[in-house]
């Protein structure tokens, strides 16, 4: 029987290794073992409240496979199996943020500017921010400035997230980028895709630009409302 | 004896010398609408003087109706369908030539409808034109391409989609291993006939690289791809020995670079300067792999000056130095906000080191 400490400790552990729940086959060193989703109920039933279930134990475990992204330690497959392993116990912690008990870190919203039909990097900065303990909505690609307007009128203090990939539209995302700060001047916009750079981000007028996921979890977490 | 086009790009290929240096563009189509504006006609190859011309197998699709392919979802009505049951979806018009994808396996649950999905049927008696256009291209001077990229990884996750496939691998789930063996099995016959055809170059390819380093991981990728990728190759060169592996990954390669000429590539495409240092993969790879491309698209030919590409080219073709190892080329597609002025100067910079003799 684990105490609180271990079995956040070992949280963490099953999200940074991608561990689902006690059948999934992968990773094949904790083959039999309780994942994610049986250990976040456990914890819940010892009478860990949701909030530190969340904060100490599925948060730090997707925060390390973050950094580990960036530093080319772990790939798309690992983030992958640590997202399914993160959304495995925050399944248990749904009622908690419908009742109020727990509260995530704020909205970003996120999607590929419009003209831009590619949705890797988008998805993958979505599994990583949500990881993070933010409400992430994902408007998809293709996605014109109101829509993404029309997404923060409906959150309020909601941050934005542009991606793109194609070089053609980064010229979109530089119309959308002003068109939300002419309706929205507070609302902070990321931005991000292969092509993007920080000399194109202040040139357009984004508030952070980051080459990987994690740079953009890091500038959330600095401007939590 | 001044070479044929052919004889030029097959040398400089194999870093056997060269007399002028090769090079290879794509234009998009506003690209090409916009070359028919200035010249009256889109035969852009020609007046780039590209050594090559790409080749196109024929295979039937092994379905009726694509839309049976997806049980899972409705697709919308403009949706167009590829020869392997992909569909292709319009974006808004902001998307110009770009599609959004279906993947017609993704969800599939069940390993029999891996086992029976309708992959195309090659057959060698429908691939006499291949041939022909193939002796055509050669008696003008000419060398073949043939397009087979999106060879083992791409076609099996634009089948399965990404999120599944490598959901299947990283599980040890027999439907990734399945899929991979369906898709190898194609790949293998498609490269044989075009072997068979006397193609000089068969280009294949995955994208296996991000902007930012691999995608996947080397190991996993020399456990699942490589081998496979090796039999295809393996296929072709039993057939033609000395036809030439072109392969493209977009994004960084480099860590994959020493399993790909283990694999038997011989040039490596399109080596993106903004993420990939040529100069030092030359140092360390450029007795053994040629390089295809090299003139980023996501800095250099949008926002480049026409003497800046200038520059860049001239640097990659001394880099290359008297042996070749070079076909010179925007890294993708010539999308639409690149200025005509940089490719012209591209085209210029390749004549002014190795004047092309008339």
């Known amino acids: 029987m684990m105490n609180p400490e271990e079995l956040l400790a070992q949280i963490a552990k099953c999200v940074e290794r991608g561990k689902v729940n006690k059948t999934s086959p992968f990773p094949p060193d904790m083959k039999e073992q309780d994942g994610a989703d049986e250990l976040t109920s456990k914890a819940l039933d010892a009478g860990i409240s949701a909030d530190v279930v969340l904060q100490k134990g599925l948060v730090p475990g997707m925060e390390i496979v973050g950094v580990k992204f960036r530093e080319n330690k772990v790939f798309v497959p690992e983030v992958l199996m640590a997202a399914k392993a993160m959304s495995a116990g925050m399944k248990h912690l749904k009622p908690f943020f419908q009742s109020g008990a727990v509260k995530r870190k704020g909205v970003f919203i996120i999607g590929t500017v419009m003209g831009d039909l590619h949705d890797i990097g988008k998805n993958l900065l979505g599994m990583i921010v949500e990881g993070a303990g933010w409400e992430v909505i994902d408007l998809g690609i293709d996605v014109p400035a109101a829509k993404f307007l029309a997404a923060v009128e409906e959150h309020p203090g909601a941050f934005i997230g542009l991606s793109c990939l194609l070089t053609t539209t980064m010229l979109n995302m530089e119309k959308i980028v002003h068109e939300i700060k002419a309706a929205k001047p507070d609302t902070k916009v990321l931005v991000g895709g292969a092509p993007v750079t920080d000399d194109f981000r202040a040139r357009i007028g984004a508030d952070w630009y980051s080459p990987d996921p994690q740079g953009a979890v890091e500038f959330l977490n600095k401007h939590i409302n | ?358």
């Open chain 2, 1 to 358: 004896m001044k070479p044929t086009p052919r004889e030029n790009l097959l040398r400089a290929a194999r870093r056997e010398g060269f007399d002028w240096v090769p090079i290879d563009l794509l234009l998009c189509d506003s690209q090409i609408r916009a070359f028919w504006s200035r010249f009256g006609h889109e035969e852009y190859f020609d007046w780039f003087g590209v050594d090559f011309r790409w080749v196109e197998l024929y295979e039937n699709p092994g379905f009726t109706n694509p839309r049976d392919l997806y049980p899972r979802e409705v697709l919308p009505a403009d949706t167009e369908f590829d020869v392997l049951g992909l569909g292709h979806s319009k974006g808004s018009e902001a998307a110009f030539h770009m599609t959004h994808m279906h993947h017609p396996l993704a969800g599939a649950d069940r390993i029999e409808e891996i086992v029976n999905y309708p992959l195309p049927v090659v057959r060698k008696e429908e691939n006499k034109p291949l041939i022909e256009r193939v002796r055509e291209l050669h008696a003008k001077g000419l060398a073949a391409i043939c397009m087979m990229q999106m060879t083992i990884w791409e076609a099996a996750w634009y089948l399965r989609s990404m999120e599944d496939l490598l959901m299947d691998m990283m599980n040890g789930d027999e439907k990734a291993d399945i899929l991979f063996d369906k898709i190898l099995d194609y790949q293998i016959q498609r490269a044989v006939i075009h072997a068979e055809a006397g193609v000089d170059i068969l280009s294949l390819g995955d994208d296996v690289g991000m902007q930012t380093g691999p995608l996947m991981s080397v190991e996993m990728w020399e456990m699942w791809i490589k081998p496979r990728l090796k039999k295809v190759i393996d296929s072709a060169r039993n057939i033609k020995p000395d036809i030439l592996i072109f392969y493209h990954s977009c994004g960084d390669a480099t860590l994959f670079i020493e399993g790909l000429i283990d694999a038997g590539v011989d040039i490596l495409n399109p080596i993106q300067p903004e993420c990939m240092d040529f100069n030092a993969i030359h140092d360390k790879y450029g007795s053994k792999l040629s390089f295809w491309g090299t003139l980023g698209t996501q800095q250099l030919m949008p926002f480049g000056t026409p003497e800046q590409v200038r520059e860049v080219s001239i640097e990659r073709i001394r880099k290359c130095g008297e042996n070749g190892g070079l076909i010179l080329g925007p890294t993708h597609l010539v999308e639409p906000e690149v200025p005509f002025e940089n490719l012209v100067a591209m085209k210029e910079a390749a004549l002014e080191l190795y004047p092309r003799r008339s």
